[in-house]
Structure formats: C-alpha cells, structure tokens
C-alpha cells in the first residue's frame, strides 16, 4: 500500500468511516502486513533518547501498538492528540489529576457512572479536592456553584444510568464564559452519535471497555484533547502504572473498525425497543432519548446522529418485578457492563452504582427498580420476544 493510499485516513478531512479503518495505521505497512501485528514485548532496544518518555516501554504507552491506537482516537473524535489507559476508571483518575491539586473545586453532573462519583466522594475528597453538583438542564442555577477554585465542569454526554443530556451547549459557554475547563464522558453517545470537541469541549473521556471496544472482552479508556493535556495525562498515567496491555490495544485497535456499523444497528435496536416498552402495560416509565416522552429529546435529535444503544426502564411492580424479569430471560444476558455485540441487563443499585449510599441513589433518581438495558444487535424481534415472556 502506498504512503499516499495510506494519508488518506490520516487526513482530516477523511469522512469518520475511512478514518476508523484507516486512521493510525503504519506507513509503510509492518513487512505487508494488512493488521497491525501485537507487539507483545515488555522492553524494546534503546538508543539515545531526548528524554524519558522516548523510551520505548508498555507503562508509558508509546509502544506501537499504542501509538496507531492512540493516533486513530485522536482522528476519529477529531482531537490534536489521544492516551490509552487500562480501564475508563484509569482515564478519569488520570485526566482528572492532571488538571487538580490540593485545594481545587469541581462541578459535576448530579447524576453519574458510580465509579466516578466514588472516585471524587472518597479519593479527591482524601486529596483534599472539592465538588459540588449541578442541575445539569437548568444553567440558571450554575453561577450559583462556581468557587474562587473551581477549575473544570464535568458531564456526561448521555448518563448512567438515567441516559439524562446535559445542557450540552451551554456546558461549554459557561466554562469558556468563566475560564474554566470542560470534561465530557461520551461513552454512552461515541463519537458515532455525538462529536464534543465540535462543540467547544476541552477534554472528551471514554470507557473503551464498552461501545469503542464493543465485544465484551477488553478493558480500556481513552483520553482525547490538546496535546498539552495528553502530555500532562501521561505523566499520571504513567506514575499510577495504569497502562493497557498490548494485546488489549490490538484488540481495541481493531474493534474500532466496525464501530460504525455496530452502533448504527444498536441506534436502530434501541429506539425499536424503547417503543415496545413504553407501550407495554407492566412498564412504569422508560429512558430512552429517541422516545417524544424523553425531557431532552428535541436537545438530542439536534445534537445527536442517533440515540444510541442504552434503554433503561421500571416496572409498575418495583424491584420484586425487576428482579423476576432478571431471572426469565433466555437470550438477554444479565451482566453488569454495556456496550457489547450481545445484549445485556443489569438492575444499576444492584451493581454500576451500589457502591453509591441508597440516600444519594434515591436523590438522583436511581431507584431499586430501575434497568438499564444495553441492546446489542441481535434481531429487534427476537430481543422483544425474549422481554415479552419475561414481562407475562
């Protein structure tokens, strides 16, 4: 393949489907080959380097599996520069450290991914870094938050597990407004539904383990934004020791080239199932933002190329309900992660969001009834028979 055929994916200008293919990729091709091969070595030879992170090394994230990974994320969010971590949870501690100290003051969406609510509860609580949360639809009610010390605003693009939008613009108007950062998890939407730093974001956050990857068999995160950012990222990353194995990277690396077509299907799986719950007399009420019922929808079809891939749901009879749905279904998996190829279910007090006190799950609206639903893309039809008999 020519040096030419290959800049195609490396431009920016590409269309998003060629430059998951081809975003990254190594020019010249490794010995003709098409894959990138995995590069399952823990050292490399080394020769003069201008400084430390130039040493070739898994920890510090710059072996080749991880630098084409790393260059096709930057291209496919649209950001200057991209950093793999071993985990969503390892990009968030890390991306959120680099920027914090001792002293400083956040403001954070008042519902989300309960991992990251326990991270800024219990470990920046310890590091003595504050947060406040804010209505996340009512901007009016920001102003009142902000601290002599408030650094950054996080949100999420759809949260966990409630799949509320944020006042997405007015996110970054107010942070830009107050010189301030902006920090988006878009896990939930991908950068397939959704671009953030089109919008003016500064930071765009992924737990790879779920859509980016989708096949349930990687655990990874991604960071995107300025190469300022990434650079100070890394240098957390690399103290914490949170780097994703090589064997990960080329699994995700070639997970991201049907990204695509995967949730497309779940778009499409998603709202077709969404409309048989909200029809269905055993369901109470159902989170979906392709549904007319949704409080944000108007906000999502303007922003959103598709709604994607995550329904959640309560029954008339409450958690007992919930909890016999769990136990009849056949094809749908009951699993605790999301984004996979297979369909899965989780009840969020019961698992993502636990480790939340029953006080504050209740206050953000998360009750023990509530399921969340990640369709995957096996036929629309077979997945509604499958909540039909469980739902009898």
């Keep these: ?53 130039d040493i070739r090394y898994i920890r510090l994230a710059n072996t080749p ?36 100290k001792s002293g400083d003051h956040i403001l954070v969406q008042d519902s989300l991914y309960g991992g990251t609510e326990a991270f800024l509860s219990e470990d920046c609580s310890e590091m003595g870094i504050s947060f406040d949360h804010f209505d996340a639809s009512n901007p009016d009610s920001w102003r009142a938050k902000l601290r002599p ?9 759809i949260s966990n597990p409630l799949l509320r939008i944020p006042a997405l613009r007015e996110v970054t108007r107010f942070a830009k407004e107050h010189g301030i950062l902006s920090f988006i998890d878009n896990t939930f939407a991908t950068p397939i539904n959704f671009r953030p730093l089109e919008l003016g974001f500064d930071v765009v956050l992924h737990s790879a383990t779920k859509y980016l990857n989708g096949h349930s068999d990687v655990c990874a995160g991604v960071m995107i934004g300025t190469q300022d950012f990434t650079r100070k990222a890394w240098g957390k990353l690399s103290h914490f020791g949170g780097a ?11 997970a991201l080239k049907t990204l695509k077509v995967r949730v497309a299907a779940q778009n499409h799986n998603a709202l077709t ?16 933002p392709g549904l007319e019922s949704h409080p944000q929808h108007v906000q999502a079809r303007e922003l959103f190329s598709g709604f994607g891939g995550m329904v959640a ?22 699993a605790p992660s999301l984004g996979g190829v297979e369909s899965s279910i989780t009840r969020p ?19 023990g009834a509530l399921l969340r639903f990640s369709v995957g893309l096996e036929h629309a039809d077979d997945l509604i028979s499958d909540l039909s008999q469980a739902l009898a």
């Design 313 to 334: 749901f309560e029954l008339q009879g409450g958690e007992e309900a919930a909890e016999r749905l769990l136990a009849r279904l056949r094809c749908i998996i009951v």
């Design 65 to 100: 599996n991880h630098v084409a990974l790393q260059e096709k994320l930057a291209q496919v969010e649209g950001g200057q520069s991209a950093l793999v971590a071993g985990s969503g949870m390892a990009a968030i501690s890390s991306a959120l450290l680099s920027v914090l």
């Design 149 to 157: 010390r408030t650094k950054l605003i996080y949100v999420e693009s």
């Design 244 to 254: 994703l194995d090589p064997h990960a990277a080329y699994l995700l690396h070639r």
């Design 1 to 53: 393949m020519s040096n030419d055929a290959n800049d195609i994916g490396r431009s920016k200008r590409s269309k998003l489907e060629t430059n998951l293919i081809h975003a990254g990729e190594p020019s010249p091709r490794i010995l003709g080959a098409v894959t990138l091969p995995i590069f399952q070595t823990s050292i490399y030879e080394t020769g003069n380097v201008a400084e430390y992170r």
């Design 349 to 367: 007090a019961a698992t993502s969001h636990y480790v939340i006190p029953k006080a504050e799950r209740d206050a953000m609206g998360i009750s």
């Design 273 to 288: 199932i969404s409309r048989f719950l909200e029809q269905h007399a055993a369901v109470r009420v159902v989170h979906y």
